[in-house]
DNA sequence: CTGTATCCGCCGAGATACTG
DNA sequence: CAGTATCTCGGCGGATACAG
């Protein structure tokens, strides 16, 4: 009998991919993992051509697995900050060994 | 003066992130990098849920960023074999730290 | 067995406008 | 300032067929 009405997770890679692929969501992560505390428009302003849609939409994202807090000051204008959860923290090392690999490979792309 | 006419990556994780992005190859490079060499059968067997479309592309993507090196054999039938070139090994570390994320916070939601 | 080509439905993602 | 809603469109990715 196999567990043929379950996704089969081959590997752990598969799994976590699962959670953290796109092109955003580990670049918000690192961002809060190096500021501790930013608001929206701060990580709005650390990414490169990411529209108002798509970071309302991963943020919303990283917060409902857990990945991030939010708080929201009632007042107007309004003031959103958001910080790692302890659970976001825990990516620490993945990003850790992404950033180590860009900085690493991108010099050799410079002019 | 600011460099408006190019990509401006903003930190490294962007920079690394349009080249891994998306669901598929980093979960092949982990595999390659634990078995070394694989045909192209192998690979597809062990990823979930790929297309015959979605692996060629994905290889072929991998090939030309010089991640994985592709050894073709002229014969009837076809084989393929496929392993990491030393630039596809340097993600040992990545991999290594996705793996471990994903062991670890898996089984906090297996029965 | 491995790879390419074509067709096509669906949804990711941009633009815009509106709310509190 | 932060977030939601709507409309729209290109392209991702599945199914299928064909080639070597």
Redesign the interface.
Known sequence: MDNKNE????????????LI????K??IL??LSQEKVMRYGEIKK???NITHKMLSQQLKELEADGFIHRKAYSQIPPKVEYSLTS?GE??F??????????????KENEK
Chains 1, 2 share one sequence.
């Open positions: 996704v089969n997770y081959s590997c752990p890679i598969e799994y976590t991919m699962n692929a796109g092109k955003w580990l670049v690192w961002h650390s990414l490169n659970l825990s990516f090392p993945i990003l850790e060994s992404i950033s180590k690999w860009g900085k690493h490979h991108f």
